[in-house]
């Protein structure tokens, strides 16, 4: 890859991820380089390529991929680094080292029928399971075995960042394990149409043919974005039912369901239909939790010497619901900025330090909404509840209703007060800490602070 060639990327990044994304992330990166398959990359601080790598890694890596089939890995080198200098090397260089860097440049294997790279870190191990996405999990696994197939084809879709790719890459990684003879190809939609127009320009077809009808299990990503696409979708029409036919393993995945797609043709809607199609649904609480425990770990391993305060992973999880994207890279900013700075993981630090996705994630939840709720809940008027008397039947409530406001909002302590009747910040937070104590003593409190989250949340 060129220069020049990463400067047309760089403008096809700027539409994929946005002004504002493009700014802060993309626009401060420059190129240093190819080397062994490596692209490299400086960037102004450590932080900043770490963010980039575990946020935006995938998406530049594919699209370099697609212009230089060569490039297998991409690396981010703080300024002040030789950037020639293997990987390993500069992590001995940086201030706090962790043991194992997320933006270490390892974390991508090519497919060796060049289809897109398969990350590292999505195996199944490495997937949380919980209600939410339980069916799509157990589907892929059992697809994942690579016994006979019973099913043509998986169908997995749902909204974004809900683990999808993930999926699809666990299934690459068993079925390679398990299997290794097996040809085994993953590749996006885009990249199918992309090699389909460049086989008809290169007067290639048969080879492209030849190809796709030589796999034992073909895997799609993104189907979508062959909607609307003709020559495309026949040809996908075509791959398809040859494989079918020889009963090779499809996989696909979708961003929605077959009959919510727009543009696609009967046929092939009648056909990604034929065999299972399960959805990923947007995460619970405790699905959230458990992929901020099971991430944690691994950070806290890199870190060893970064402490995480109690209720900072359940405060994530209430707050942060958009995706599991999203909540991961806060989790990565969090370690990474704590270790810049060299201090523990606290509320305070984490509300400074995320303030952007947090302020984002409050639209949902208003201390009125919460004060409703919980009134509501214990068959109290709204005045009481804010009100002066401090008998338990009043007080008990008020005290969980302030809980609530602290994890489910960003209003201050103070702030927080001033809602309550006006009163001083250490009777909100006495409140805040006498519920955490209850709900640990008092199964009937537990419960009823995780029902009324629930509610809110909802
Ligand atoms: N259940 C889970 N356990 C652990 N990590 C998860 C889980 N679900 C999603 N992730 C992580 O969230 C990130 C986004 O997941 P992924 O890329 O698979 O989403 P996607 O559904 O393919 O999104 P998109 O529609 O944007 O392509 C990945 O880093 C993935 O590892």
Request: glycine share 0%.
């Given at each position: 890859m060129t220069g020049e060639q990463w400067g047309s990327i760089r403008d096809e990044l700027s539409e994929t991820l946005g002004a504002s994304s493009f700014k802060n992330w993309i626009k401060p990166l420059s190129f240093v380089g190819l080397e062994d398959g490596i692209a490299r990359f400086q960037v102004p601080t450590s932080f900043m390529g770490n963010y980039v790598s575990q946020n935006f890694g995938d998406v530049i890596l594919t699209k370099i991929a697609k212009i230089d089939s060569s490039v297998r890995r991409i690396a981010f080198h703080p300024v002040g680094t030789d950037a020639a200098k293997p990987v390993a090397k500069k992590k001995e260089a940086?201030?706090?080292?962790?043991?194992?860097?997320?933006?270490?440049?390892?974390r991508v294997q090519n497919d060796p029928l060049h289809g897109l790279p398969l990350d590292k870190r999505f195996t199944f191990d490495n997937f949380v399971v919980g209600k939410p996405n339980e069916l799509a999990h157990a589907a892929a696994k059992r697809v994942a075995e690579g016994g006979p197939v019973t099913f043509n084809p998986l169908f997995l879709y749902g909204g974004v960042g809900l683990g999808k790719t993930h999926l699809m890459h666990a299934i690459a990684w068993e079925l390679r394990t398990r299997h290794p003879h097996l040809n085994v190809l993953n590749l996006s939609a885009e990249q199918f149409m992309y090699r389909f127009v460049q086989a008809l320009r290169d007067r290639k077809m048969m080879d492209f043919k030849e190809l796709f009808r030589s796999v034992d299990v073909l895997m799609v990503d993104d189907v979508q974005f062959i909607a609307g696409k003709d020559s495309t979708q026949e040809e996908f029409f075509h791959t398809f039912n040859a494989l079918v036919d020889q009963h090779k393993q499809i996989i696909i995945s979708a961003d929605r369901a077959p009959d919510e797609i727009?543009?696609?043709?009967n046929r092939i809607r009648s056909r990604l239909q034929s065999g299972l199609v399960v959805d990923l649904h947007p995460t619970d609480y405790e699905l959230r939790l458990g992929i901020l425990q099971s991430k944690s770990e691994t950070y806290s391993r890199m870190y060893p010497e970064l402490s995480v305060e109690p209720g900072i992973l359940e405060f994530l999880a209430a707050r942060i619901v958009s995706n599991v994207r999203i909540l991961e890279g806060a989790l990565t900013r969090l370690f990474a900025f704590a270790s810049l700075v060299g201090k523990p993981i606290t509320m305070d630090l984490t509300q400074e330090c995320l303030t952007d996705i947090l302020r984002v994630s409050e639209?949902?939840?208003?201390i009125e909404e919460i004060q409703r709720k919980v009134a509501d809940h214990y068959l109290i008027r709204h005045t009481d509840l804010v009100g002066p008397k401090r008998v338990r039947t009043f007080a008990r409530p008020r005290q969980i209703a302030m809980y609530l406001c602290k994890l489910l909002t960003t209003r201050s302590l103070p702030e927080i007060g001033r809602h309550f009747g006006g009163r001083d910040h250490t009777t909100v937070m006495h409140g805040v800490r006498r519920i955490e104590e209850l709900k640990k003593q008092d199964a009937q409190i537990a419960e009823d602070v995780e029902l009324l989250r629930r509610a809110l949340e909802a």
């Open positions: 940086k201030p706090m080292p962790p043991k194992e860097h997320p933006y270490s440049d390892d727009k543009d696609l043709e639209r949902k939840v208003s």
